[in-house]
């Protein structure tokens, strides 16, 4: 009971009081760019939390199996080079066992590598001190809060397409002022004590 | 030379034009200190590593030259955090993650992409410090609005009235402001280019 309650816990901080995107603005630039189209963001969304969870798994094991204790200040560069090899292995095993998945994730595998959530949550989990256990679900929960509000932003850009918005702040002006608008709805949140 | 400088500053301004490097832009500009040093910073790693990559760039082939760039950035990145964190750990601590993720920051493997790979030394150089003070001058920028309306300072003066300053805009400064003042912002750029042209 106790491990479904820190579960939990870990769940709403990671997707509500402290979103990766909204509260900690990492990943933002996939949360512009690839949220104009609601199937797009979804795409992307399955594609994230997948890599995150995976990075998350692989790159606590580096981390206290390999660096610590002599090569602590290697972590940066091993990190983004374990994630950018693992983005290229997991394309190349979804393309030959999954060809169907690899078709509707394809083209957004290759711009994770540089989604710095990615990056941040590994770090995170080793700044913050969790359990290998704990890494594997805040990575998981991460990706999914991460999958929560781009698709919520896709669906309102997709209504916005219609709406009569001044010139000048049509596209990324007014994905900024509706983020702002998101986050402080997120803001609300925060006030949970867990 | 000079206009490979003054491009990155406003006509191809990394953050305001191309939308580059916005994770660290929103995350870091509660006050324009921390701007200024994750200006710095990112500017550093950005000059070397336009530096490195112009030299190597007949060496590196090109089917691996994204990883190698990696390494390079993240290398310089690395000098950096361990750097900052020995001569200014107040703000080390204050940039906290960002610092690492200056490896992923979209700007810089961009211009070794973009540029740096196809030119040389001299060039790269006046092109890194360009697209590095464009950056800082954006970070600075949208920390000069949040630090004032948030806090009613500028780098830690006092601007703003006094009671003004015992109840200020809170929101400036926490997470919403700084993507409403980073929308404004760009809507105005617009509005601003539309006049000119």
């Known amino acids: 009971m106790e491990f479904a309650g820190s579960v939990f816990t870990l769940a709403i901080t ?44 692989i790159t606590w094991l580096i981390h206290y199996y390999i660096l610590v204790p002599d090569y602590v200040y290697l972590r940066t560069i091993t990190f983004i080079l374990t994630i950018a090899a693992l983005v290229q292995f997991v394309e190349m095993v979804i393309q030959k066992i999954a060809p169907a998945l690899y078709k509707a994730l394809g083209v957004y595998l290759p711009l994770i590598t540089t989604n710095c959530a990615v990056l941040g949550v590994s770090i995170l989990n080793i700044d913050e001190k969790f359990t290998f256990i704990g890494s594997i679900f805040n990575g998981l929960f991460a990706g999914v809060g991460f999958t929560l509000v781009l698709v919520l932003m896709a669906g309102m850009r997709e209504r916005l397409e219609e709406a009569d918005v001044p010139e000048s702040m049509r596209g990324m002006p007014l994905a900024f002022v509706i983020a702002g608008i998101m986050a402080l709805a997120f803001l609300g949140f925060s006030g949970f004590k867990l | ?99 690492p993720l200056i490896v992923v920051n979209c700007i810089i493997l961009g211009r070794a992409e973009a540029f740096a790979n196809k030119n040389n030394v001299g060039k790269s150089i006046m092109d890194g410090l360009g697209m590095g003070v464009g950056f800082t001058l954006a970070l600075v920028l949208i920390a000069a609005i949040r630090e004032l309306l948030g806090n009613g300072t500028l780098y830690g003066a006092p601007v703003m009235w006094e009671s003004y300053r015992n109840s200020p805009m809170l929101m400036a400064i926490l997470a919403p402001g700084a993507f409403v003042t980073m929308g404004l912002l760009m809507g105005l750029l617009n509005i601003l280019n539309k006049k000119k042209s």
Not at chain 2, 50 to 64: A, D, G, M, T
């Open chain 1, 14 to 57: 990671a997707i509500f009081v402290q979103n990766y995107v909204l509260a900690r603005f990492l990943g933002l630039c996939p949360y512009v760019g690839v949220s104009k189209k609601l199937d797009s963001a979804l795409g992307m969304g399955m594609a994230v939390i997948f890599v995150m969870t995976l990075a998350s798994t």
């Open chain 2, 1 to 99: 030379m000079l206009k490979e400088f003054t491009k990155g500053i406003v006509k191809e301004n990394p953050v305001f034009i191309m939308a580059l490097g916005l994770c660290p832009t929103l995350a870091v500009t509660t006050s324009i200190e921390n701007a200024i040093g994750m200006g710095g910073a990112a500017t550093f790693v950005l000059l070397m590593s336009n530096v490195f990559i112009s030299l190597l760039k007949n060496l590196i082939p090109s089917q691996v030259r994204i990883p190698a760039y990696i390494v390079v950035i993240a290398s310089f990145v690395t000098i950096v955090d361990m750097v900052m964190h020995a001569y200014i750990p107040a703000l080390h601590k204050s940039l906290g993650l960002f610092i």
